[in-house]
């Protein structure tokens, strides 16, 4: 009877410790996120090819010289910009789905870099927009 019961504690434990850590347990909006995460990752990694050289070719047209621009549209017009905000969250990401973590803790990195991929993607989105801000406060004034 003692097997017995120690046998179902043991049974007990091993149910816990999969749930906790097997990959199964990540609901379907976590799944989702995750996904996010790797589009936002995708844009950005293909945003230097892309997107910046019409921004780049828009803004030489108004000011002679490309250091006349706001530095925040310098720094996120660089080449390492775009990759390290990809980079990073698919980083966070790599953390949370590889290895035997707590599911909370998974739960964490995958928001944490889906938010740390929406503001990277908004401070990109800003420093491109920040000329076209400052030629319309301009005309305003």
């Known amino acids: 009877m003692a097997e017995e ?9 091993e ?7 097997s990959r199964g347990e990540l609901a379907s909006f976590d799944w989702i996120a995750v ?7 995708a844009g950005m990694l293909v945003a230097p090819a892309v997107v910046t050289p019409y921004y780049r070719s828009m803004y030489e047209e108004f000011v002679t ?6 530095s925040v549209t310098i720094f996120v017009m660089s080449t390492w910009f775009p990759m390290v905000s990809a980079l990073f969250p698919l980083g966070l990401l790599v953390v949370a789905l590889s290895g035997k973590r707590h599911l909370y803790l998974r739960r964490f990195l995958i928001v944490g870099a889906f938010f740390i991929g929406l503001a990277f ?5 800003l420093g491109l ?3 076209i801000f400052a030629i319309a406060n301009a005309v305003t004034a």
């Open 5 to 13: 019961e120690k046998g179902g504690q043991d049974h007990a434990v």
């Open 15 to 21: 149910k816990k410790s999969r749930d906790v850590y």
């Open 35 to 41: 996904g996010l995460v790797g589009l936002m990752a």
């Open 65 to 70: 010289k490309l250091d006349q621009l706001p």
């Open 121 to 125: 993607a908004g401070l990109y989105s």
């Open 129 to 131: 927009y920040a000329p």
